[in-house]
Structure formats: structure tokens, C-alpha cells
């Protein structure tokens, strides 16, 4: 038996990103809204970068794009030098909402994405360490409408996890919640990204919780959206708050944001 | 402990004896005694039985009155229909008093309580087969019509093409009465059986079909773009999402059609069936027989009721998952 045999290389957890001249309209009663503006962008494999915009500028429309939900209007998206022609379990969306399915029960829900490719008679056991990772064990047989929205959360993010995506897209995934629950989901999605190593591209209006996650910062300009400023945050984690580096790059951010945000 | 004692001394005799159940046995002997005390003023038969059932009655409240208040919880379900008991107890005597005793109501159109229970006594057989003669033809008609109506439903829901042929029929023949395609049905469909079960399947698909089909358009996108890229079929997508996110409203489709099922029922058997209870209906009053007429509500009312009940139990279990959304 073969040496390579014996020690298979490990599953590729992470992929590279690559958004080129991408443009998106959407037709709104036969007017054309553009939304994105030949947005370029590169993420490397295992990186964590942030969008940051003012609301409704087209962050959402690019995460959907590079989900492979709609095509673009014109540009490329590619997955490791691959074009993206569809949704791919590989490709993971999370929403603002949970959206958690109401009829089914939390674990069900987790379930969803091996069950809809056939994968859940084998794997069944992913779905019980997915729970585990969101710390849900104990509420895996309760239907959403028991969840507080943290835990809500938490769930839609296993039920993400669970299908080991290489690349997960967060669309103001915190959003929602609470200001107390929020810093810790913060502190959740950190340590799961750097416990799974996928590569994480997340949408938020919060410029706070974009330092404090991301290894990138871009900035969009109002709709249509065009990259406007690019921050590297090259700070180790655990990041503290009140770090006089990052106090001080939330200004500049703030700052390019313009008079909206003081 | 004295004062425990002296609590528990003060409070036993108000708690020994179910009031309520008191005074229902006593309304429902007094039925018993009006029955038999008095002469019939022409005869029903079966009076005799009547008197003792009423009076049977009596006895089983008046052992109620006693044990009701010692059976903790099944006691206070039993003790929430008190008022019903009182109310049924005097409907019979009142019942009774003016149909068989004064002769008050005019006959042959009012019969009293003895009427029906003789009805139910002497064409028992006969009332029996037209019950399964009516369920089967229910649940053919019923059943066919739901799973040809939320089929139907789906694919519109589903698919534009679909809807763009489907829907103006569904828009043209729906409002339509079900019974309004008696004169044809009965020509066109080989026997009577296959058109009245065509017309009770038309009347429950139908409320089936469009409330599916709402309820599948209607259906959050954001479901389908969370199921899509957690790598679904679009056969998934149907099955697994749509349908299980439309079930409220398949359910209120559901509901529509077996009120109207009921309708065509009777009316289809009343138009040339052999049997059933819409045909036995018809028939009794042929002959004025109206203690049969009555006897065959109760019966209807019973059945209906009962399957309603049922539909409203499956609901509660597909849709326990709506506890708190609703």
C-alpha cells in the first residue's frame, strides 16, 4: 500500500473568491435600477473580508450573485478560478432572517442540506456535531417558533455549517439581534471560522463588527455600488474594541462612508 | 389540625354533591313521568322504552351528582356540560309535552322523541346501509376530488405554463355550483354512482385547487433561495417546501370542500340513487313519513359533525408546528 494512500491530503475547507467587472441591474416595472457598479474584488482562500455600505446599496445583490442565486447582469464570478453558474452546497448563504423552516424542528432544519442531496441516511451524525458546534443540542427536537432569535440564529448558521461550505456568505447575519447577544454571536462566528477555516465574505452596515471579524474591510458607495476604499485590518485575534488602532480605523471608515454616519 | 379538621367539616358538604347534576336528573325524570303518565294522542310506539331511557337517564345523573365531585379532574370535564344535561332534560319534557302528549305541533310534520327512537328501532337495517351507502360515496367523491384538486393546485402554484392554461378554467368552472352540472352528469357518466361521485369530487376539489394554489404562490422566496443553495431538486423544492409551507392554507381549502361535499352529497342521492341517506330522505317524505325525516337529520348531523371533527384532528397534527405562529 501506497504512502499516498495511507495519508490522504485533508478536505479543502476553504476556496478563493474572484469578482471581475461584475455589474447587476434589476427591472423594476420596466425601469432599470442598477445596483452594481463593475465591482472587482479578489478574496484569498481562508480570509475574511467584511462589505461595508450605506443601506440598499446592492451589498445583499453581490452576496447573491457570488451564491450563484441569479447571474449578472454582466462581469464573472469564479470559485477557485471556476465561473459560479448556480447554488452550490459549497457556497453557503446566510440570511438576515434564520429562515428557518416553521414545520420542521430544529434539527430537521439542520438537516436540510444533506437530506436535499441524499446525504442524510450516511451522515446523520454531522447533524448532531453541527448542533453541538452552535451549542443546540438540547433544543434540537423544538420547532423555530421556540428559539429566541439568538438561538435562531445560531441554527441557521448550523444548518449552513453542516454541509462544510468552503465558502459562507453572511449577509447581516447579526443584524437582528440584540446588542448583548450580538457581541457574543460575534465572538461565535470568529471562533467557528477559525475553527472550520472556510473562507467568509460578510455583509454588514455595523463598522464595529467589521473590525473586529474581518482580516479586509470594503467599502461600497451608495447604489449603484462601487468599491470606494479598501482598509487591510491586520490585527491578531482576540481584537479588543477599544484598541487604539482600530478605534482609530473605524474613524477613517466612518469617514468614507460620509455625513450619513458621524 | 383541629382547624384543617373543622376547614375540611365546613367545606365537604358543599363539594359532596354535583348541584347541576342534581337537577338534570330531575328534568330528565320529569320527562320520564310526563311520558308515561299521560296517554299518547295517537300512538308512535316505542313509548314505553322512551319513558325508560328517559328515566335510565335520571339514574345514571343522580349517581352523578353523588360521584362527580370525588373524581378530581374527569369529574370537572364531566361537571363543564352540566347546564347541557339540565337543557336536554327539559327539551324532552317540553318536546314531548307538545308533540305527543297535547298533540299541539300539527301532524304528520312533528313527531316526538318516541317517533324517532321507534324509526331507529324498526328500520334500523335499512338506515344502517344507507349510512355506508353515503360514506362510501362520500369518501370516493371526497377523497378523489382532494387529491385531483391539491395535485392540480400545486401545479398551478408551481408552474406558470400551467398556470397560464389552468387558471382561466379553474377561474371559469369554480364559481360555478356544483349542483348546476346534475342535468348533465347523469347523462354523460355512465351510471348514477360515478356521477354523483363526479359531482361530490368536483365540489371538494375545487376550494382545494385554489386555495393550493395560493397557498403555493404564496410561499416565501427566501425559503426556495435558502433550500436552492443548500443544494435542492426542484422536485425538492415542491415537496419539501412548497407544499409543507402551503399546508395552511391546503387546510382551509380542505375545510371549504367538505362542507360543500356534504351539500352535493345529499342533493346528487336525492337525484336517482338507490341508497343512501340523501335518498332515504327524499323517499320517507314521499310517504309523510316525517319521524323518518327527523330520525335521518339526526343521523346526518352526527356524521357530518364527526367527520369535520376528524379533519380537524389531522389538522392539529400536521400543523402543530403553527402553535405560536397563529
Redesign the interface.
Given at each position: 500500500m501506497s504512502a499516498a494512500l495511507q495519508l490522504p491530503t485533508p478536505p479543502r475547507r476553504s476556496v478563493a473568491l474572484d469578482v471581475r467587472g461584475v455589474s447587476h441591474h434589476f427591472d423594476l416595472s420596466g425601469q432599470r435600477l442598477p445596483v452594481l457598479d463593475a465591482i472587482d474584488l479578489r478574496v484569498a482562500a481562508g480570509a475574511f473580508v467584511a462589505l461595508l455600505g450605506p443601506s440598499g446599496c446592492g451589498k445583499s445583490t453581490l452576496l447573491?450573485l457570488i451564491?450563484?442565486?441569479e447571474p449578472p447582469a454582466s462581469g464573472q464570478l469564479l470559485e477557485d478560478g471556476v465561473p459560479i453558474t448556480g447554488?452550490?452546497?459549497s457556497?453557503?448563504?446566510v440570511?438576515q432572517?434564520p429562515?428557518l423552516?416553521?414545520?420542521?424542528t430544529v434539527s430537521k432544519n439542520v438537516a436540510?442540506?444533506l437530506?436535499?442531496?441524499g446525504l442524510l441516511p450516511a451522515q446523520r451524525q454531522r447533524v448532531d456535531d453541527a448542533l453541538a458546534l452552535v451549542r443546540l443540542e438540547a433544543f434540537a427536537a423544538a420547532?423555530p417558533?421556540?428559539l429566541s432569535g439568538g438561538m435562531a440564529q445560531r441554527a441557521a448558521l448550523a444548518?449552513a455549517l453542516v454541509?462544510d461550505p468552503h465558502l459562507l456568505l453572511l449577509d447581516e447575519p447579526l443584524g437582528k439581534l440584540d446588542s448583548l447577544t450580538r457581541l457574543a454571536m460575534q465572538n461565535e462566528l470568529l471562533a467557528l471560522w477559525q475553527k472550520v477555516g472556510f473562507t467568509a465574505v460578510l455583509v454588514t452596515h455595523d463598522v464595529e463588527e467589521a473590525l473586529l471579524l474581518a482580516d479586509r474591510v470594503i467599502v461600497l458607495s451608495d447604489r449603484p455600488a462601487r468599491i470606494v476604499a479598501e482598509f487591510a485590518v491586520d490585527k491578531p485575534q482576540p481584537r479588543r474594541r477599544d484598541d487604539a488602532d482600530l478605534v482609530h480605523l473605524r474613524q477613517t471608515i466612518l469617514a468614507t462612508l460620509g455625513p450619513i454616519h458621524d | 389540625m383541629s382547624d384543617i379538621a373543622e376547614a375540611g367539616a365546613r367545606f365537604a358538604p358543599a363539594r359532596a354533591v354535583w348541584r347541576d347534576g342534581l337537577l338534570a336528573a330531575a328534568a330528565w325524570f320529569a320527562a320520564a313521568v310526563v311520558t308515561v303518565a299521560t296517554p299518547d294522542v295517537v300512538k308512535w310506539g316505542s313509548t314505553e322504552l322512551w319513558a325508560w331511557i328517559m328515566l335510565g337517564g335520571a339514574g345514571v345523573l343522580l349517581a352523578g351528582a353523588f360521584a362527580v365531585p370525588r373524581l378530581g379532574r374527569a369529574g370537572e370535564a364531566i361537571a363543564h356540560y352540566g347546564p347541557w344535561l339540565i337543557a336536554l332534560g327539559v327539551w324532552f319534557a317540553v318536546w314531548e309535552v307538545t308533540t305527543a302528549k297535547l298533540g299541539w305541533l300539527p301532524k304528520p310534520f312533528f313527531s316526538p322523541p318516541q317517533g324517532l327512537l321507534h324509526v331507529y328501532l324498526v328500520d334500523s337495517k335499512r338506515l344502517a346501509f344507507c349510512v355506508l351507502f353515503s360514506l362510501r360515496l362520500w369518501a370516493y367523491g371526497f377523497g378523489s376530488g382532494v387529491a385531483a384538486g391539491f395535485l392540480f393546485g400545486v401545479a398551478l402554484g408551481w408552474s406558470k405554463r400551467f398556470a397560464y392554461w389552468g387558471m382561466p378554467i379553474l377561474k371559469l368552472i369554480g364559481p360555478v355550483p356544483a349542483t348546476a352540472w346534475i342535468p348533465c352528469t347523469f347523462f354523460i357518466l355512465p351510471t348514477t354512482f360515478a356521477a354523483s361521485v363526479f359531482l361530490v369530487a368536483l365540489a371538494s376539489g375545487i376550494p382545494v385547487a385554489i386555495l393550493t394554489a395560493s397557498g403555493v404562490g404564496s410561499v416565501?422566496r427566501?425559503?426556495y433561495?435558502?433550500?436552492?443553495?443548500?443544494?435542492?431538486?426542484a422536485r425538492?423544492l415542491v415537496w419539501?417546501?412548497a407544499v409543507?409551507?402551503s399546508?395552511p392554507h391546503v387546510f382551509v381549502g380542505l375545510f371549504m370542500g367538505l362542507y360543500y361535499s356534504f351539500a352535493v352529497l345529499v342533493v346528487a342521492e336525492m337525484l336517482g340513487a338507490k341508497y343512501g341517506l340523501g335518498w332515504y330522505l327524499q323517499f320517507q317524505t314521499g310517504y309523510s313519513a316525517y319521524a323518518n325525516v327527523y330520525a335521518t337529520l339526526v343521523i346526518m348531523a352526527l356524521m357530518c359533525a364527526g367527520l369535520v371533527r376528524l379533519l380537524f384532528v389531522g389538522r392539529d397534527r400536521l400543523?402543530s408546528?403553527?402553535?405560536?405562529?397563529i
Open positions: 447573491r451564491a450563484g442565486l447554488p452550490d452546497p457556497r453557503i448563504l440570511f432572517d429562515t423552516f416553521p414545520w420542521r436540510l442540506g437530506e436535499a442531496r420547532y417558533h421556540q444548518r454541509n | 416565501n427566501a425559503y433561495d435558502v433550500a436552492r443553495t443548500l443544494g435542492a431538486s425538492f419539501r417546501v409543507p409551507a399546508l400543523l408546528w403553527q402553535k405560536g405562529i
